[in-house]
T-cell receptor, first 114, second 114 residues
Framework: AQSVTQLDSHVSVSEGTPVLLRCNYS??????LFWYVQHPNKGLQLLLK????ATLVKGINGFEAEFKKSETSFHLTKPSAHMSDAAEYFC????????????WGAGTKLIIKP | ETGVTQTPRHLVMGMTNKKSLKCEQH?????MYWYKQSAKKPLELMFV???????ENNSVPSRFSPECPNSSHLFLHLHTLQPEDSALYLC?????????????FGPGTRLTVT
């Protein structure tokens, strides 16, 4: 069955250091993948999307993700963390048999230390 | 006003009340969605509308009643709710539901049922 696994429930980094949030997926076909961010008590904001074009995808707020088919991964990175990046991040894939049913990862809480 | 807006942002209601949640999208999209987000649980898709026609009803209890008068507006009518219905209700929209387009979310309505 299709799935999305976020490998860390919490990631803690110091401000100004790189961020890596890991996501692995399982899919029979070339999937459509997204990263969403949710700040406390806020809705979900689309960070970036992969839809079978360039494998390195740039998003908002300096984030980017690389689609690696051989590793079935779609990790989210940022070169330098900012305090405002503290939030929960969700890796999401569109279900193969539906164009709108989303399969959500469990989320990774990003903590930024001053 | 841009993106997807939701009102009210917070709602407290008794189990015998009737209330409505409102969602409006300013993106020119043709598909709209209601989701329920409960603590420690994955996002649950409730309803999907495409071109004002309901295309998905994900086994949601009848105490939740959606309405989509046009492609920009979506309502969720609530009556005789239970305490376990307390959650963050999120509205989303996408270009259409027939292709794997990304979904854009509103800020949510935090519902508390007393």
């Amino acid at each position: 069955a299709q799935s999305v696994t976020q490998l860390d429930s919490h990631v803690s980094v110091s401000e100004g250091t790189p961020v890596l949030l890991r996501c692995n997926y399982s899919s029979s076909y070339s999937p459509s993948l997204f990263w969403y961010v949710q700040h406390p008590n806020k809705g979900l904001q689309l960070l970036l999307k992969y839809t079978s074009a360039a494998t390195l995808v740039k998003g908002i707020n300096g984030f980017e993700a690389e689609f690696k088919k051989s590793e079935t991964s779609f990790h989210l990175t940022k070169p330098s963390a900012h305090m405002s990046d503290a939030a929960e991040y969700f890796c999401v894939v569109i279900r193969e048999d539906s164009n709108y049913q989303l399969i959500w990862g469990a989320g990774t809480k990003l903590i930024i230390k001053p | 006003e841009t993106g997807v807006t939701q009102t009210p942002r917070h709602l407290v209601m008794g189990m015998t009340n009737k209330k409505s949640l409102k969602c409006e999208q300013h993106l020119g999209h043709n598909a709209m969605y209601w989701y329920k987000q409960s603590a420690k649980k994955p996002l649950e898709l409730m309803f999907v509308y495409s071109l004002e026609e309901r295309v998905e009803n994900n086994s949601v209890p009848s105490r939740f009643s959606p309405e989509c008068p046009n492609s920009s507006h979506l309502f969720l009518h609530l009556h005789t709710l239970q305490p376990e219905d307390s959650a963050l209700y999120l509205c989303a929209s996408s270009r259409n539901s027939a292709a794997p387009y990304e979904q854009y979310f509103g800020p949510g309505t935090r519902l508390t049922v007393t």
